[in-house]
């Protein structure tokens, strides 16, 4: 089974949760796209990575979710950044370097975030709507 990112549930309302999620290291990758295809144009990076694809030929576990945030301003095409979530008790400094360019390590502070849960795939229409 997939691990979750850790967080604690701050206060419930009746369509969503205030979260707070713990510090952790990401894998990400920039990409140029429109939302209904940026995840999956970097997953096969990102997956690459945590499947050996790395320095040290380190299998990584998966965890989720995975994280699509866009840093412009919205647009057709716009930067999307789309990260893996490392598990639970990574270290920035021990983590394989990837062997991939476009897959980038950081660091994430601790941070608060609404949360709504669904069932099936984040599609842009989906994301609108619960927007």
Known sequence: MTKRQEFKVL??????ELREYLPCVIAEVKVLAKYSTATSSAFSSLFNY???G?????KIAMTAPVIAAQRTEKSESAEWYVSFVMPSGSIFDHMPHPNDSQVILRELDTQTCVAKSFRGRATDELSRKVA
Not at 11 to 16: L, S, V
Not at 54 to 58: A, D, G, I, T, Y
């Open 11 to 16: 206060q419930t309302y009746e369509d969503f």
């Open 50 to 52: 945590i499947s050996q």
């Open 54 to 58: 790395n320095e040290s030929s380190q």
